[in-house]
């Protein structure tokens, strides 16, 4: 794949090149016949949390490809940074493209851009996009930020690229498929583990729960896990209050004085938290910093921040995306697509494609989510510990 550093040079962050592996010529009759090379996949290990029915799809997507006859492709996969939650997507991208010995580039800034008016990020991206296509990639990844990435991804298509968009969708982009969690589903997950007796402990209502999200429409995937939470406890007699999250560098501070002033001032008081991004740690420091040790606290992710917070028993529970597992399944799917067509990928991964009143989705690979009570959090410290996605 040709790639120039002078197109390439805005990709700040990691860029892995693996060797394709040509398909050697039939051997003639009067020849040993020579042992086709397949895919083969490292084990996963086995525990309370390995996805057993996420890694037996992945096997049997395996298993079709090595039938197919394998041949090099080139695929992409971008990122909206590599640092943090952006890790373990990076680390299991990076081995599946390994184990496919596939010609690509796992590419993305090393920390989140940042402009006065706030789209740098998306230009990176959009013009990442625009190399891709002029390199003649076959299969695109992406974890796209919102709106103003959706042309683009329009464009990749329409040049008869397959685009997989994970972490993040554009639902109206034409992309083939989504990998990841289904938002509402995950946001509902929160909120049943706050209110779960043996995790969340709440006292009986009235009383406030505070949700640190995103009720904007303009960032589809953070409205939907909010409402999802929203919905959940729509009907158990709790108010509910939701404050805006904050994502710019430098306004953790800011962030941090919102929910506190929802926790002094709320009335009825506050009896949970539940915060649905990876920042949501902050809502500990908010209740710690109100004098508020009592309030049970549901996070998403496992940020470093988190973790300790877990560790102190501030936080009842997060919920985990596997973040490593959007990243691994993306190549599987990109080389499936182009060795055995896109409706036999998709057969394979059928039992995943539901959404969250269990019904078909064609278009969204359901890879679900991980519900970490903190008495298990060093448990599941362990499992990422052992596929390498610690972030």
């Given at each position: 794949?040709?790639?120039?550093?002078?197109?390439?040079?805005?990709?700040?962050?990691?860029?892995?090149?693996?060797?394709?592996?040509?398909?050697?010529?039939?051997?003639?009759?009067?020849?040993?016949?020579?042992?086709?090379?397949?895919?083969?996949?490292?084990?996963?290990?086995?525990?309370?949390?390995?996805?057993?029915?996420?890694?037996?799809?992945?096997?049997?997507?395996?298993?079709?490809?090595?039938?197919?006859?394998?041949?090099?492709?080139?695929?992409?996969?971008?990122?909206?940074?590599?640092?943090?939650?952006?890790?373990?997507?990076?680390?299991?991208?990076?081995?599946?493209?390994?184990?496919?010995?596939?010609?690509?580039?796992?590419?993305?800034?090393?920390?989140?851009?940042?402009?006065?008016?706030?789209?740098?990020?998306?230009?990176?991206?959009?013009?990442?996009?625009?190399?891709?296509?002029?390199?003649?990639?076959?299969?695109?990844?992406?974890?796209?930020?919102?709106?103003?990435?959706?042309?683009?991804?329009?464009?990749?298509?329409?040049?008869?690229?397959?685009?997989?968009?994970?972490?993040?969708?554009?639902?109206?982009?034409g992309r083939t498929l989504y990998v990841g969690a289904?938002?509402?589903?995950?946001?509902?997950?929160?909120?049943?583990?706050?209110?779960?007796?043996?995790?969340?402990?709440?006292?009986?209502?009235?009383?406030?729960?505070?949700?640190?999200?995103?009720?904007?429409?303009?960032?589809?995937?953070?409205?939907?896990?909010?409402?999802?939470?929203?919905?959940?406890?729509?009907?158990?007699?709790?108010?509910?209050?939701?404050?805006?999250?904050?994502?710019?560098?430098?306004?953790?501070?800011?962030?941090?004085?919102?929910?506190?002033?929802?926790?002094?001032?709320?009335?009825?008081?506050?009896?949970?938290?539940?915060?649905?991004?990876?920042?949501?740690?902050?809502?500990?420091?908010?209740?710690?910093?109100?004098?508020?040790?009592?309030?049970?606290?549901?996070?998403?992710?496992?940020?470093?921040?988190?973790?300790?917070?877990?560790?102190?028993?501030?936080?009842?529970?997060?919920?985990?995306?596997?973040?490593?597992?959007?990243?691994?399944?993306?190549?599987?799917?990109?080389?499936?697509?182009?060795?055995?067509?896109?409706?036999?990928?998709?057969?394979?991964?059928?039992?995943?494609?539901?959404?969250?009143?269990?019904?078909?989705?064609?278009?969204?690979?359901?890879?679900?989510?991980?519900?970490?009570?903190?008495?298990?959090?060093?448990?599941?410290?362990?499992?990422?510990?052992?596929?390498?996605?610690?972030?």
């Amino acid at each position: 794949m040709k790639m120039t550093g002078r197109r390439w040079m805005t990709a700040l962050g990691l860029m892995l090149m693996t060797a394709a592996c040509a398909a050697e010529d039939a051997p003639q009759s009067d020849k040993p016949t020579e042992e086709i090379a397949l895919i083969k996949r490292g084990r996963t290990p086995v525990t309370e949390f390995t996805p057993t029915e996420l890694e037996a799809r992945i096997d049997d997507l395996v298993k079709a490809i090595n039938q197919s006859g394998l041949e090099p492709i080139q695929m992409v996969v971008l990122l909206k940074h590599l640092s943090t939650f952006f890790e373990p997507i990076a680390t299991g991208a990076n081995r599946a493209m390994g184990e496919l010995e596939a010609v690509g580039n796992v590419l993305g800034p090393s920390t989140q851009m940042t402009t006065d008016d706030g789209t740098a990020s998306q230009n990176l991206q959009n013009q990442q996009i625009a190399n891709a296509i002029e390199d003649g990639v076959q299969g695109l990844g992406i974890s796209p930020y919102d709106v103003l990435n959706e042309a683009s991804v329009k464009e990749a298509v329409e040049e008869g690229l397959h685009v997989v968009t994970f972490d993040t969708d554009l639902k109206d982009s034409g992309r083939t498929l989504y990998v990841g969690a289904i938002q509402k589903e995950a946001g509902a997950k929160a909120a049943q583990a706050l209110l779960d007796r043996e995790i969340g402990g709440l006292p009986p209502p009235p009383g406030t729960i505070v949700v640190h999200g995103d009720a904007s429409t303009q960032w589809y995937d953070g409205s939907q896990r909010t409402f999802g939470v929203l919905d959940a406890l729509g009907k158990t007699g709790y108010t509910t209050q939701v404050v805006q999250a904050v994502f710019i560098n430098g306004q953790e501070g800011y962030d941090v004085d919102q929910l506190k002033t929802q926790i002094l001032n709320a009335n009825p008081p506050v009896v949970g938290m539940i915060g649905v991004f990876n920042i949501s740690y902050r809502c500990v420091m908010a209740a710690e910093a109100t004098g508020r040790l009592d309030i049970p606290i549901v996070t998403f992710d496992f940020d470093p921040k988190t973790v300790e917070y877990m560790q102190k028993k501030r936080i009842k529970a997060t919920i985990v995306q596997r973040q490593y597992y959007e990243g691994y399944l993306v190549p599987y799917i990109l080389y499936g697509i182009q060795h055995i067509g896109l409706e036999a990928t998709k057969q394979i991964l059928r039992p995943l494609m539901v959404d969250e009143n269990g019904m078909v989705d064609e278009h969204r690979v359901n890879i679900g989510v991980d519900v970490v009570p903190a008495d298990k959090f060093q448990a599941y410290n362990d499992f990422l510990d052992q596929i390498g996605s610690i972030q």
